[in-house]
């Protein structure tokens, strides 16, 4: 990550945002490319690393791992590490990840009435 000069103009339009407009708040905690599809998957039930890895792909391990990070630092996903030999780490949904459900849900069912694609995740 790289750090954010916090009394820049830039910085303080986001804060701003994101403590005035619920939306802005909700779309920065599951914005980008993956971190949608980590929680829709995650929706279906706790998930080993390599079962996520599976559902997605194209997704790098770097990028899985951070956005990994991200969304337990936001407390949207819980990691759980058993103390075995080979490391056992499940990750799950937290209380507020759960929350999202009827949030993803209706994403999905948006995006299949406006795209006209067919559903593939």
Not at 111 to 116: K, S, V
Request: with cysteine; charged share 20%; proline share 7%.
């Amino acid at each position: 990550m790289y750090e954010v000069k916090e009394s820049s103009t830039n910085n303080m339009n986001v804060t701003g945002a994101l403590s005035q407009c619920p939306v802005t708040f909700t779309l920065h905690k599951i914005g980008g490319r993956w971190k949608p599809l980590i929680l829709y998957h995650l929706s279906s039930g706790p998930k080993r690393y390599s079962e996520l890895k599976k559902c997605l792909p194209a997704i790098t391990e770097k990028m899985l791992i951070q956005h990994l990070k991200e969304l337990e630092q936001d407390s949207l996903v819980s990691r759980k590490a058993m103390p075995v030999i080979p490391p056992h780490v499940t990750y799950s949904l937290t209380e507020m990840g759960e929350g999202l459900k009827p949030v993803m849900d209706a994403m999905a069912k948006w995006g299949l009435q406006y795209n006209g694609a067919e559903q593939v995740c």
